[in-house]
C-alpha cells in the first residue's frame, strides 16, 4: 500500500520551520503596546483581550487606558455597578463585553483573591471567557503554553500551512488540531509563538492587501507557493451597520451613557425614526442586561449585577 501523502499545496504541520523566522520577525517589528508591557500585568492583558475582539487597536487605546486608571484591579471595577462598565465602554461596540469584564471581575474578586488566576480552567470557568480568551491570557499574561486562535492567527494557518486564502467562518477542530501540531514544545517559545503568528496576521498577512514580500515565511507559505488561488469555500461574511438593529441599540446606549440619571422613553423615542425597530432594539438591550426598566417609562444603565 502506498504511504499517505500531504494534501496538494499544504506544509508540514509540525511548525518547526516556522517558529524561528517568525518570532524573529516579532522581535523586530511587533507593536508597543501597553498591554505588552511587564507592568500592564494579568488583568491588562484580560481587559485588552475584552476590548480587542472584533475591534481594532486604535480605537482600544484609549478606552484601554481610561479603562486600567479607573479600575487597575478586578477589584475596583467589581466595587462599581455593571453600568458604569458599559457608561466607560465608550463607542467600542459589542458593549456585552463590557458587562461580561464586569462579571469576570466580579468572579475574579470572590473566588481568587482579586488576582486572575493562573490556571487555564479556572480561567475558562469565569463568567465571560470562552477558549480564545482563557488561552490568550494563559499564554500572553502567564507564558503557558496553549493555542491562540484569533482571526489573524486563523488566517496565517489557512494561508501558510493549509494552502488556502481563507479559514471556515467559523473554527473548526480540524483549525484546533493544527494550532496544537503547530505549538513549540517548550512554553516560553509556545508563549512568544502565539504572540508573534497573531502580529503577523495583524500587520502582514491581512484580510485584504496581504503584503507578501514583508512576510518572513513568503517563501514556505503553501498559499503563496500556491498561486495564491482564490478563495472557493462559503461566501465571506461582510459586516453591516448602516440601518440595523445594532445602529439602533448604539444610539439608545449613547443617550443612556451620557445621562447620569433615569432617561424618559420619550427621550429614547427620538433616537430612531421606526417605532417597531427602536422598541425590538430597547427590548433587546433590556433582555441582554445592558439597559434597566424603570417604573413610570424611565431607562438607565444597570444599577444592579445581572
Known sequence: MTAPTNPPHTTSTNGEHLHAPVIDWFEDNARDLPWRHPDAGPWGVMVSEFMLQQTPVARVLPVYEQWLARWPRPADLAQDAPGEAVRAWGRLGYPRRALRLHGAATAITERHGGDVPTDHAQLLALPGIGEYTAAAVASFAY????AVLDTNVRRVFARAVTGVQY??????????????ALLPPDEQTAAR???????????VCTAK???????????????????????????????????TDRQVRG????????????????TLDRVWPDPVQRAR???????DGLVEPLPDALYQLPATRT
Open 281 to 287: 432594539a430597547l427590548d433587546g438591550l433590556v433582555a
Open 209 to 243: 492587501n496581504e503584503t507578501c514580500h514583508r512576510c518572513p515565511i513568503t517563501a514556505q507559505c503553501a498559499w503563496n507557493l500556491a498561486g495564491k488561488p482564490d478563495h472557493e469555500g462559503p461566501a465571506r461574511r461582510g459586516q453591516t451597520y448602516a440601518g
Open 143 to 146: 507564558g503557558q503554553r496553549h
Open 167 to 180: 479559514p471556515p467562518n467559523a473554527t473548526t477542530a480540524a483549525e484546533r488540531k493544527l494550532a496544537r
Open 193 to 203: 509563538w502565539a504572540a508573534a503568528s497573531m502580529e503577523l496576521g495583524a500587520l
Open 251 to 266: 444610539k439608545l446606549l449613547a443617550v443612556l451613557r451620557e445621562a447620569h440619571t433615569p432617561v424618559p422613553q420619550s
